[in-house]
């Protein structure tokens, strides 16, 4: 496979926003309690781009990136190593979305979630895939829950092969499990398959609390979602 595009964080002092974003928002899904904003203490390379939530003055900051409109691509492995903290409440996140919305605004055109923790089931590493006939408001997403002892104790690698028909999950290189358009009795239309007709962006987000998040120790802080790199191939 041929390397489309290689975020080596490591050998980077400042986010290249020729490539990214970053959010300034308060959080407005999941009933998450964090304010995203683009703080020098919030946002910094150490080991890698650091993620860190903080809680100052009863407010929660944290960090959320993402690459919609400016780097874009279809199918192929994506490689992403990185640290999770251990905090609970915490809930970092790799994940990806529609570019250009084909099939309408979420989850009509498909979330990729590559990877998803949440500090209160320390070392579980949830892969899932949201559409619109098979997300977690119906209960019916493609899912699956892998506890790895010793997961947010370092780096791991977490990866995604993204073909047509077919999206595999690995860890460390290592295949955990395959998603199979149509699988399962499930829905192989658009509705149930978005994944083969549009491009779709990157999102790096820290999130705290919330639905999946859940309750959040206020003397945690501060934590930190540490990505050493991201390498995407292409056949």
Not at 1 to 26: C, Y
Not at 83 to 100: D, E, Y
Not at 117 to 130: I, M, P, T
Not at 169 to 193: C, I
Request: hydrophobic share 35%.
């Amino acid at each position: 496979m041929k390397l489309l595009k290689h975020f080596d964080f490591q050998h980077m002092n400042a986010l290249d926003l020729n490539d990214w974003t970053i959010v300034e928002r308060k959080a407005w899904a999941n009933r998450e309690i964090q304010v995203y904003v683009n703080h020098p203490k919030n946002l910094f390379f150490n080991q890698g781009l650091v993620l860190q939530a903080t809680h100052e003055n009863d407010v929660v900051e944290s960090v959320r990136i993402h690459t919609q409109d400016k780097f874009y691509f279809k199918y192929g492995r994506i490689d992403i190593v990185a640290k999770v903290p251990k905090g609970k409440g915490t809930w970092p996140a790799a994940w990806m979305m529609s570019q250009r919305e084909l099939h309408g605004g979420w989850p009509r055109s498909g979330e990729i979630d590559i990877m998803e923790h949440v500090g209160n089931r320390l070392d579980e590493w949830l892969c899932c895939l949201h559409t619109e006939s098979h997300n977690h408001t119906t209960k019916s997403e493609y899912v699956s829950a892998f506890h790895v002892p010793g997961l947010s104790d370092d780096f791991q690698t977490y990866s995604i092969h993204w073909k047509q028909d077919s999206i595999e999950y690995l860890l460390n290189d290592q295949s955990m499990v395959t998603y199979h358009r149509g699988e399962d009795n499930r829905d192989a239309s658009s509705k149930g398959w978005p994944f083969d007709d549009d491009d779709f962006y990157l999102i790096l987000n820290l999130a705290i609390g919330g639905t999946l998040g859940g309750p959040v120790d206020f003397s945690m802080f501060p934590q930190q979602y540490i990505i050493k790199e991201i390498k995407i191939y292409q056949d």
